[in-house]
């Protein structure tokens, strides 16, 4: 075989293993109405929102996709505070009274509230939702806190994982769920990420410090966090594929956290640093690298001076929402200004399969000139 074709083989073999590039987006911005803070995003685009009412309640609604807004009622002189939504709407979250530890997990339908089969009675969360509808939380039970399902067979107690209690972050379309298990040692509490699977928990480990927690979980499997390194003073955003657990590292300087992975095995969070004041950056790692969100752009003049600082997550159709910092008008209030980021038509990057034919075709002309 001659030099050429040896040279167009190795070229196409080599543009085949060639990263995924991160495609472009444009951005717009909306207030969230009654200054409240956003706190779940469904794949639908439902944004679930929590707000402090004059008499200093705490309530909450939903944002559709199209911007109409529904209130999630609340009984009579009771606090909620919702966590998830699903594609249908459907809202779960926490009853509380004023000055009391009583905690009881409840699920919106249609905005109407509906209290959820107690596991326990005390200090019960209904923490996410999957789109077929089961629940996932934590509950007290006696000194410890349990992982929680409820699905149309009634309520699960997943245990503690072998800890002293257990955080519950996500649930995927399997009922997976994301997490963490806490130990109580002389030195305080430290968690370890897990991840459940048919009621069985598995630690997935730390990146070489002491602590590491789960913030996500895809249809895959894979779920996404943030672990201290050895030493405890450095936090990296890492990534458990089911098997390997990896680092994904950050910018020189900088921390990084990842709070949402889609099924395509994107992975989006936040770099963050402490220098004078905490900065955060909203950020995207894909193929093994990481962008940071404002290089992504395709109109940032239209929008003045701005930082998006968090990811709240993505939905069906890919657009990314989080949180957003207009600095031209002296600052937004923390989460209660969002942006929608929208693939882009149009790629910065050639399609690699015309490049490759034209690659190709060159090699061959070549061999058939020169053999």
């Known amino acids: 075989m001659s030099f050429s074709l040896r040279l167009s083989l190795a070229l196409f073999v080599g543009l ?60 009579e002189g009771l606090r909620t505070h919702v966590l998830d939504v ?50 996932a939380g934590t509950a007290a039970v006696g000194r410890h806190q349990h992982a929680v399902i409820w699905d149309a067979n009634g309520v699960h107690d997943l245990g503690n994982g072998g800890g002293d209690g257990v955080s519950v972050s996500d649930i995927n379309s399997k009922s997976q769920l994301a997490g963490s298990v806490q130990f109580d040692d002389r030195d305080g509490t430290r968690s370890i990420g897990a991840v459940w699977t048919d009621g069985v928990f598995q630690q997935v480990g730390t990146l070489g410090g002491s602590t590491s927690s789960l913030s996500a979980i895809n249809d895959r499997g894979w779920a996404v966090g943030q672990s201290f390194l050895a030493g405890d003073q450095i936090s990296q955003a890492m990534l458990w594929d089911g098997a390997t657990l990896h680092n994904l590292g950050s910018p020189d300087g900088w921390l990084s956290a990842a709070t949402d992975i889609g099924n ?36 940032p003049a239209d929008l003045g001076e701005f930082t998006m600082t ?51 075709g060159m090699g061959l002309m070549a061999h058939r000139r020169y053999r």
Do not use: C
């Open 16 to 75: 085949l293993a060639l990263p995924a590039h991160a495609g472009k987006y444009t951005m717009s911005q909306f207030q969230v109405p009654l200054s409240g803070g956003a706190s779940a995003l469904s794949s639908a685009g439902h944004v679930a929102v929590n707000y402090v009412t004059p008499n200093l309640y705490i309530a909450s609604y939903l944002r559709h996709a199209d911007g109409t807004i529904d209130p999630l009622m609340a009984p």
């Open 86 to 135: 699903n594609s249908s709407g459907v809202a779960v979250g926490v009853q509380s009274q004023f000055n009391r530890t009583e905690r009881k997990a409840i699920v919106w339908r249609e905005g109407v509230p509906f209290l959820l089969p107690p596991l326990a009675g005390e200090r019960e969360i209904a923490v996410a939702i999957n789109d077929a509808g089961v629940i």
């Open 264 to 299: 395509d095995g994107i992975v989006y969070g936040y770099h963050y640093k402490f220098d004078g004041g905490f900065e955060s950056r909203a950020a995207i790692w894909l193929g093994g690298k990481s962008y940071d969100l404002h290089s992504l752009i395709t109109n």
């Open 310 to 360: 968090e990811m709240l997550g993505v939905d069906a159709s890919g657009r990314i929402y989080g949180y957003l910092d207009i600095l031209s008008n002296g600052g937004g209030s923390y989460r209660d200004r969002m942006f929608v980021l929208t693939p882009f038509s149009e790629s910065e990057v050639p399609e690699p399969m015309p490049l490759l034919l034209v690659l190709l």
